[in-house]
């Protein structure tokens, strides 16, 4: 009789024993809406995955003037999130894709026809700026100096409602307040007005910037207004990178003189 009791009580005290261990935790499932979003990955403008390929302003000109929009818009939707605001000047070239008459086809002319030769953006702020264009001073004389005009406000975004199929953050560039010394194109853009969104892509030396160029009108708060948001007026297209720069002076010029920020000339 005590043995039995013994081995009862030993049976309840293991049984008991087994109920006050707490079973192990499996492991987290991760959260599947979550873990198929893969983490976008922010690049600078001396990455080296940003130098690839054969992409220059100049060969992304021949693709807009040859009318090739749908591999453009493709490059521009997947484009590269950049951790800052370019710098600097830039070499550019564009392309007008809609027919304006007048003054409104003069003033997209003079940002992205020949007489344009890029833009220079202050180092000011990463992810706030301004900046101007470069611009031959006359866009009738053919011989007139390039100088610095055309102001913008510069802003880098994550997102814009002027291209929401673009995967990657992107550069605004505001016209609101042009005018700096009064020159004719300058004026012209206070009345045709326009907007540009543009975006970084790998490039032969380097990051090269796919800008869109829209026209519409300004509100008193600054905020821009398309006329038609899907209807460009232009492509233009920037990079920084000196190479370009070099290119160029060596391989796209007429032998203007041009006047620098700093009061020196070419």
Same mark, same amino acid.
Not at 47 to 63: A, F, N
Not at 68 to 84: A, D, H, I, V
Not at 230 to 245: H, I, R, S
């Given at each position: 009789?005590?043995?039995?009791?013994?081995?009862?009580?030993?049976v309840?005290?293991?049984?008991?024993?087994?109920?006050?261990e707490a079973?192990?935790?499996?492991?987290?499932e991760?959260n599947?809406e979550?873990?198929?979003i893969?983490?976008?990955?922010?690049?600078?403008?001396?990455d080296?995955?940003?130098?690839?390929?054969?992409?220059t302003v100049?060969s992304?000109?021949?693709m807009?003037?040859?009318?090739?929009?749908t591999?453009l818009?493709?490059l521009?939707?997947?484009?590269?999130?950049m951790?800052s605001?370019?710098?600097?000047?830039?070499?550019g070239?564009?392309?007008?894709?809609l027919?304006?008459?007048g003054?409104a086809?003069?003033?997209?002319?003079?940002?992205?026809g020949?007489?344009?030769?890029?833009?220079y953006?202050?180092?000011?702020?990463r992810?706030?700026?301004?900046?101007?264009?470069?611009?031959?001073?006359?866009?009738?004389?053919?011989?007139?100096?390039v100088v610095?005009?055309?102001?913008?406000s510069?802003?880098?975004?994550?997102?814009?409602s002027?291209?929401?199929?673009a995967k990657s953050n992107?550069?605004?560039?505001?016209?609101?307040?042009?005018?700096?010394?009064n020159?004719?194109?300058e004026?012209l853009?206070?009345g045709?007005?326009?907007y540009?969104?543009?975006?970084?892509?790998?490039?032969?030396y380097?990051?090269?910037?796919?800008?869109?160029?829209?026209?519409?009108?300004y509100?008193?708060?600054?905020?821009?207004?398309?006329?038609?948001?899907? #209807?460009?007026?232009?492509?233009?297209?920037l990079d920084?990178?000196?190479?370009?720069?070099k290119? #160029?002076?060596?391989?796209h010029?007429?032998?203007?003189?041009?006047?620098?920020?700093?009061?020196?000339?070419?």
């Amino acid at each position: 009789m005590k043995l039995s009791l013994v081995l009862l009580l030993f049976v309840f005290s293991i049984g008991c024993a087994h109920k006050a261990e707490a079973p192990a935790e499996a492991p987290a499932e991760p959260n599947s809406e979550v873990s198929r979003i893969p983490a976008e990955k922010v690049y600078s403008e001396n990455d080296p995955e940003m130098k690839s390929g054969q992409l220059t302003v100049w060969s992304l000109q021949q693709m807009a003037e040859a009318k090739k929009f749908t591999e453009l818009n493709k490059l521009f939707n997947n484009g590269r999130s950049m951790n800052s605001l370019p710098t600097g000047y830039s070499a550019g070239a564009g392309a007008r894709v809609l027919a304006l008459p007048g003054a409104a086809g003069r003033a997209i002319d003079g940002l992205t026809g020949s007489k344009w030769k890029g833009k220079y953006f202050f180092p000011t702020g990463r992810h706030e700026s301004h900046g101007l264009n470069r611009i031959k001073k006359s866009l009738t004389l053919p011989l007139m100096p390039v100088v610095l005009m055309a102001n913008f406000s510069t802003q880098l975004v994550s997102s814009h409602s002027l291209v929401p199929d673009a995967k990657s953050n992107m550069v605004t560039l505001n016209y609101a307040n042009p005018v700096t010394h009064n020159y004719p194109l300058e004026l012209l853009l206070k009345g045709i007005q326009v907007y540009d969104l543009m975006v970084a892509v790998p490039g032969k030396y380097g990051p090269v910037y796919i800008g869109k160029t829209w026209i519409g009108d300004y509100k008193s708060n600054g905020n821009f207004s398309a006329t038609n948001k899907n #209807q460009l007026v232009a492509w233009f297209f920037l990079d920084f990178n000196d190479e370009a720069f070099k290119e #160029q002076a060596r391989n796209h010029w007429d032998g203007s003189k041009e006047y620098y920020i700093n009061g020196q000339t070419n």
